[in-house]
Nanobody
Framework: QVHVAETGGGLVQTGGSLNLSCIAS????????MGWFRQAPGKEREGVAA???????NYADSVKGRFTITQDSVKNTMNLHMNSLKSEDTGVYYC?????????????????????WGQGILVTVSS
């Protein structure tokens, strides 16, 4: 079992940048597929990015070229570097860990494929 917690949210202006981090409590962090989701007000939770144990990554089309997901196995952290932020990036961002996932090209893993979740952190992009 792994506990994850997000840090780094806040308020940023349109076009700005923000870095989110996800800190995992357990060792064996690099045995999990890690992902970021977000939920905007009144909308369903959607996948943003994911990173596999071999470092391969996948992104939602809406964030490709603007967001980068990275992982530091020594520090047990995963990061989401967000650039060129838009108002539609506003939402609560969640970190998730999946023990039995395999990241493949194509659609991001669904939320129900991840076993462990953080509490979420708010990102507000304001003009």
């Amino acid at each position: 079992q792994v506990h994850v917690a997000e840090t780094g949210g806040g308020l940023v202006q349109t076009g700005g940048s923000l870095n989110l981090s996800c800190i995992a409590s357990a060792s064996g962090f690099d045995d999990y597929v890690m992902g970021w989701f977000r939920q905007a007000p009144g909308k369903e939770r959607e996948g943003v990015a994911a990173i596999d144990t071999d470092g391969s990554t996948n992104y939602a089309d809406s964030v490709k070229g603007r967001f980068t997901i990275t992982q530091d196995s020594v520090k047990n952290t995963m990061n989401l570097h967000m650039n060129s932020l838009k108002s539609e990036d506003t939402g609560v961002y969640y970190c998730a860990a999946g023990e039995w996932l395999l990241l493949i090209p194509g659609p991001l893993p669904r939320a129900d494929q991840y076993e462990y979740w953080g509490q979420g952190i708010l990102v507000t992009v304001s003009s």
